[in-house]
């Protein structure tokens, strides 16, 4: 439990920094602040910690990046955390680019869950948000349906005047294969634009968006997950809203760390406080336990974005 009485369950380990492409509210124009592979977990490294927390009572687990397929040894790495015996669950998050060669040998491996970044079905609109190619992630989340994951959700950044047109469609999209959509609202962590708070958009506002298309009710058979998410039906398909700035009470329920790519555990996203679990890993220091017992009591109640945050690490060096 943490000081808030919030049984803390759920760890998203970073693998690396790096990413294939280059989203706007994720990564800052220009940001050349990449660990070096020296820096990096190594996948030992990362199995270790993860070990470690399942004696704590962790059990949910999600491998996130930057882009985490850009790790030559994502697949090695998913299958020794699947082997470990306290692991129940484990996800990964992705931009899909490079799922079409690996959703077979992730879901071989002992992934269950896969989070796709989908930001819109224009091809101009998501090149313009990602620099990547639509092609590519729509080839990605079609190898993600056919290998046959228990959870794909598909997710989308609200960025308004850029891809707020593209709420219809990318709910049809999902619907027609069965995947959750969520929309999600803008972030203040890609510090120095070109994306800044011109372009928020409430998941209020864009329920008004999706509403003007048929009607949204309350989904009381929520799709697997361990997410914010709040999920609506609409025509029968599950629609997930993530207002991580505008709910008053989106921290209630919080149950997660998470690990950077280079070792920091940080308590909240939207706060800056984060342990060195170097030391411990290399025996200079308090034990990988101790530092996550740390980490759990170190965890405040709510973020800071509201508060004029200012951002020291951007999305893509903490970690999606």
């Not at 879901?107 to 639509?134: C, E, F, H, M, P």
């Not at 968006?209 to 799709?223: I, Q």
Request: with cysteine; glycine share 10%.
């Amino acid at each position: 439990m943490d000081p808030f009485g919030r049984h803390i369950d759920y760890l998203r380990v970073s693998v690396t920094d790096r990413c294939n492409e280059r989203c706007l509210y994720c990564m800052p124009k220009g940001y050349k602040g990449w660990a070096g592979h020296s820096d990096h977990l190594t996948a030992d490294e990362i199995v270790r910690i993860i070990d470690q927390s399942t004696t704590l009572g962790f059990r949910k687990f999600r491998l996130t990046g930057g882009e985490p397929l850009v790790r030559k040894d994502i697949v090695e790495i998913a299958r020794r955390v699947w082997e470990l015996p306290g692991v129940q669950t484990l996800g990964i998050s992705t931009n899909g680019v490079l799922l079409k060669d690996l959703a077979v040998p992730l879901k071989q491996a002992g992934v269950r869950s896969v989070n796709i970044s989908l930001d819109a079905l224009d091809a101009d609109i998501y090149r313009k948000l990602t620099g990547g190619r639509l092609d590519a992630a729509l080839d990605g989340i079609g190898a993600a349906k056919a290998a046959g994951f228990e959870v794909v959700k598909l997710n989308c950044v609200l960025l308004r005047g850029v891809n707020d047109d593209q709420i219809p469609a990318l709910v049809k999209f999902g619907a027609a294969l069965g995947m959750p959509v969520r929309f999600i609202e803008l972030m203040p962590l890609a510090p120095g634009g070109p994306v800044d708070e011109r372009h928020f958009m409430s998941i209020t506002e864009a329920m008004a968006r999706l509403a003007e298309h048929g009607p949204l009710e309350p989904a009381h058979d929520k799709p697997h997950g361990h997410g914010p998410a709040r999920y609506y039906k609409f025509r029968g398909a599950h629609v997930g809203f993530i207002g991580s700035i505008t709910c008053a009470d989106f921290c209630k329920d919080c149950n997660k760390l998470r690990l950077t790519a280079d070792g920091k555990l940080r308590p909240c996203l939207g706060r800056h406080g984060e342990i060195d679990l170097m030391p411990a890993l290399r025996g200079e220091g308090a034990s990988v336990t101790d530092a996550l017992h740390e980490a759990i009591a170190n965890k405040p109640e709510n973020h800071a974005f509201a508060d004029d945050f200012q951002v020291n690490r951007p999305m893509t060096a903490i970690g999606g």
